[in-house]
């Protein structure tokens, strides 16, 4: 203890006092300072944490302290062993209870296991019965769940039975259908069980839903036709629930054609009823009876009416067999039936108005007219619709009461012009009665370009107005010119009569092979016109005698004497022409025509005189051929044309 307090500082814990040098190393308890020396404190935690513990309780550094400290470090020690050994006794007591009690239960969980084991022993028959009877219950289940499937699938609601079973007077509604479907489809499955080994099952089931599907079509069919008959009204009310009941009934031809031959019924009593009134009291206008004072309007606006009707009919019927497929002919037929009774009263107010001679022109166009409404109703009502449509076949019927009454007036018409025709004029014009003819077939030939529905039939029309008029005009204007005095007055007469017809003919179309005949005609007068004037002119000039046309040459015995008078003659109608102009070919109506005239007649002169020039020249008749012949060809050419 000595060296201890002799090297320990007097100053503070914290410093040490430096040791003599000459302290030798291998004292003992120089290395031990030595070692304490060398010690780093702050690097030892476990130092560190001593030496904060013995700050707790060495609160003064004295000599008295530090002797006892051991003392003291020895005695806090024990005081910690006592503190853990109370501790410690306390834990071991109730670790004692703990043992006793876990002892007590493991006494009671055997007691508890023998018990069990016993009433396992007598239970288990108990269990094994109850394996079974829950075996027994999983199958009835499931046989329960089969037996309510197989009864959803082949087996009717209460409320599917109420829906197919009400009276027919009840209305249709979707349960209805719903039902219905329901009874198809079972009877369709049901066809599957005959396949198995459940055939009674199958036939049974098949005979339930063929009894069922019985009432609920013969409800069907009584309440649908009870529908159509209602359907009587200028616009009826086609729901869909009569869409999908004709569409349902349609599997059954019988009941179909009922239902729909009904719908007809009603259809055609309220398309006749709303004729009449569209006749008698008008619809948004005037009745149609008023102007029964005019055939065309009149005529036309009940083949108006009647197209309306017949449109909006076609329209119900597509609306009412919409859900139909393949339906076109039953379409086409019951459209037939429907407008069926339009045609008594349309037929017989025609018939009445070919009764009072309304004209051939009227005539025409009502003829047309029907003609155009028989086309235009053909494809509304199908392509095979004429075949078995009264409507259409009434409307064939009228136009050709109207066609046989129009040629027979037209006949009549064109007879009276060619009787009253009166002989040509002085001035070689055209007969008032062609003038007439030509203004009825212009008449005729623009009205049917107003209504013409195809070019075969205005083609066929155009022949027979054609052949009806101008055919026998032109005869009679042939047989009218024969009574004239010179085939001069005949060609001239008959140019301005075969002008005027062509100029008619040429407006229109389907007319070349007249057109074409009529300017053979024309040319072949116009030939005759050209030839008698130029005779006129060589006869009058002196030309004549000396030209022989078939030899193209001057005759043997005309002398230089001869030709210096035709000269003379000649040579005033060079400075003259028009007074040698035929009085006739003045009186030619068409400029163009009278001017072709003229210039021919005058080239077939040129022609003649450069004959004559030519056959003197070669005879040597004319010296100085000033003296006789002045003008050369040329120069005659030039003059007159």
Request: hydrophobic share 40%.
């Amino acid at each position: 203890m000595t060296s201890l307090e002799t090297l320990a500082p007097s100053g503070g814990v914290g410093t040490i006092k430096k040791i003599d040098s000459s302290v030798s190393t291998t004292n003992p308890l120089t290395r031990k300072v030595k070692k304490i020396l060398e010690t780093r404190l702050e690097d030892d935690k476990d130092m560190l944490e001593a030496l904060t513990a013995l700050g707790g309780f060495f609160t003064e550094n004295n000599l008295t302290n530090r002797r006892n400290l051991r003392t003291h470090i020895e005695h806090r020690s024990l005081a910690i062993n006592r503190d853990v050994i109370d501790s410690f006794s306390r834990v071991k007591e109730q670790v004692d209870t703990l043992s006793e009690n876990v002892d007590v239960i493991a006494r009671c969980c055997r007691a508890m296991r023998s018990r069990l084991e016993a009433t396992k022993r007598e239970t288990s028959e108990l269990i094994d019965k109850s394996s079974e009877l829950q075996k027994e219950t999983q199958t009835i289940e499931l046989r329960y769940k089969v037996v309510n499937e197989f009864l959803k699938k082949f087996q009717l609601s209460s409320e599917e039975v109420t829906a197919l079973k009400g009276g027919w007077d009840k209305p249709i509604c979707d349960e209805f259908f719903d039902a219905l479907d329901r009874v198809r489809s079972i009877h369709d499955d049901s066809k599957s069980l005959l396949r198995s080994n459940q055939q009674r099952a199958g036939l049974e089931l098949m005979s339930s839903m063929s009894t069922y599907q019985e009432e609920a079509f013969d409800k069907l069919y009584r309440w649908c036709a009870d529908q159509c008959r209602s359907m009587n009204r200028s616009s009826p009310d086609i729901s869909q629930t009569v869409c999908r009941s004709v569409y349902i009934l349609s599997s059954r031809p019988v009941m179909f054609q009922f239902v729909v031959n009904e719908f007809a019924t009603a259809r055609r009593n309220a398309v006749v009823r709303a004729f009449i009134d569209a006749l008698t009291r008008g619809g948004s206008g005037v009745p149609i009876e008023m102007h029964s004072h005019d055939p065309l309007r009149y005529i036309g606006d009940m083949a108006a009416a009647i197209h309306q009707l017949t449109a909006s009919e076609r329209d119900h019927l597509e609306q009412m067999l919409k859900q139909c497929p393949d339906m076109e002919e039953t379409k086409q037929l019951l459209l037939a039936d429907i407008t069926e009774g339009l045609c008594r009263p349309f037929k017989m107010r025609v018939e009445q108005i070919l009764l009072s001679d309304p004209g051939a022109v009227l005539l025409y166009k009502i003829s047309n007219l029907l003609h155009f409404y028989s086309i235009t109703l053909t494809g509304l009502a199908g392509a095979d619709g004429n075949h078995d449509n009264k409507l259409i076949f009434c409307l064939e019927e009228t136009r050709e009461l109207c066609g046989t009454a129009f040629r027979s007036t037209l006949s009549i018409h064109v007879g009276k012009l060619i009787e009253s025709m009166e002989p040509p004029l002085s001035n070689l014009a055209t007969p008032s009665s062609l003038d007439e003819s030509i203004a009825l077939v212009r008449e005729l030939l623009d009205s049917r370009d107003a209504t013409a529905p195809g070019e075969g039939s205005r083609c066929q029309d155009y022949e027979l107005v054609t052949a009806a008029v101008v055919t026998p005009m032109l005869r009679a204007c042939s047989e009218t010119a024969s009574g004239l005095a010179s085939n001069v007055d005949v060609a001239a007469f008959m140019v301005n009569c075969i002008h005027r017809i062509r100029g008619c003919l040429s407006l229109y179309q389907f007319m070349d092979s007249h057109i074409e005949m009529l300017t053979a005609s024309l040319e072949a007068h116009v030939d005759t016109l050209v030839n008698e004037q130029a005779v006129w002119v060589l006869q009058a000039t002196d030309m004549a005698p000396i030209y022989e046309p078939s030899s193209d040459r001057i005759s043997d015995d005309v002398t230089v004497e001869v030709l210096r008078a035709v000269w003379e003659k000649f040579s005033g109608f060079l400075s003259s022409p028009d007074r040698l102009f035929l009085r006739q070919v003045a009186m030619v109506t068409s400029v163009t025509i009278r001017d072709t005239v003229t210039s021919q007649a005058m080239s077939l002169v040129c022609s003649a005189y450069e004959s004559v020039y030519a056959r003197a020249r070669e005879r040597g008749y004319l010296g100085n051929e000033d003296s006789v012949l002045p003008y050369s060809p040329e120069r005659v050419r030039q003059l007159l044309l």
